[in-house]
């Protein structure tokens, strides 16, 4: 009896590990990023925001390795590398306080966040490397901009564009489709770029990504933030051909666990104790 629960055990739990997504194990090499920007007044919908912390305009909420589809997942807290600013120039902090900031709290506390669940994991060899080159990725593709040529201003409820027109204005600016657009009921909430993981050059994204902001013809708003004018961004800054200043990509991560409860490894010490 005892023989045939320990092999239901083993049973169970290869079934687990066959059923789970290919980034079950900590690793710090992906197939692409995805470039995530947020509307943050729509994000402060359901959150306790800060005041005057939601400015009408696209902000960077993070890069995050993943798989080339949804179902492959993403790896999460590859190392036990903490995020520190004395890690960062100042150059680099004064870019962040303007294009990445936190609706919630802190500017460092969300960098924090980003860097711990998803900059261990990226091809890059410092924290500078992985921030700068996020930066250049938004500066690159900017969606301000891209929104703005085409005529969508961010006047708050007032302009409402078509998902379609969104996706055109993107197009149109960047030369390629198939990017990814979010919304909650119909109010912008992020859009999603996918980008190469060693060029960080944007191409579309599988259908698995998909758009939730309605069919092509369904109207976008963009709610308005809490501050009394919309925040801008005056940090110049000279972007290389490949939109990243990092070009140390390693293969392996160093040190860490997963975000997920059963690992690779985990699996290999269950079934020793088991025999």
């Known amino acids: 009896m005892m023989k045939m629960s320990t092999w239901l055990l083993v049973a169970v739990v290869v079934a687990v590990v066959a059923v789970a997504p290919r980034f079950a194990t900590a690793v710090q090499q992906g197939d692409m990023y995805l470039l995530v920007r947020q509307w943050s007044p729509t994000f402060c919908e359901d959150k306790s925001c800060v005041k005057g912390q939601d400015p009408e305009m696209m902000t960077i909420h993070g890069l995050w390795p993943t798989g080339l589809t949804y179902e492959d997942g993403s790896p999460a807290y590859c190392t036990k590398e903490k995020f520190s600013t004395s890690a960062l120039t100042d150059a680099t902090i004064d870019r962040m306080n303007c294009a990445w900031p936190s609706a919630t709290g802190t500017n460092e506390g969300f960098w924090a966040h980003e860097w711990e669940k998803h900059g261990?994991?990226?091809?890059?060899?410092?924290?500078?490397?992985?921030?700068?080159a996020t930066l250049n990725a938004n500066d690159r593709y900017d969606l301000n901009v891209a929104f703005a040529e085409a005529?969508?201003?961010?006047s708050g409820s007032n302009d409402s564009p078509t998902t379609a027109e969104m996706e055109?204005?993107?197009?149109?600016?960047?030369?390629?489709?198939?990017?990814?657009?979010?919304?909650?009921?119909?109010?912008?909430?992020?859009?999603?770029?996918c980008l190469d993981w060693e060029t960080l050059e944007a191409f579309a994204c599988d259908e698995s990504f998909w758009n939730t902001?309605?069919?092509?013809?369904?109207?976008?708003?963009?709610p308005e933030g809490s501050g009394d004018e919309a925040a801008t961004c005056s940090v110049t800054t000279t972007v290389s051909s490949s939109g990243s200043s990092d070009a140390s990509y390693p293969s392996t991560a160093t040190d860490g666990g997963s975000s997920l409860a059963v690992t690779g490894a985990g699996v290999?010490?269950?079934l020793l104790l088991l025999f």
Do not use: H, P, W
């Open 120 to 132: 261990t994991c990226a091809g890059f060899s410092s924290q500078e490397g992985y921030f700068n």
């Open 268 to 270: 290999a010490v269950a």
């Open 213 to 222: 902001c309605g069919a092509a013809s369904d109207r976008v708003t963009f």
């Open 168 to 193: 055109a204005a993107m197009e149109d600016a960047f030369g390629v489709g198939g990017q990814v657009v979010k919304c909650r009921e119909n109010n912008l909430y992020e859009v999603m770029m």
């Open 151 to 154: 005529g969508i201003t961010f």
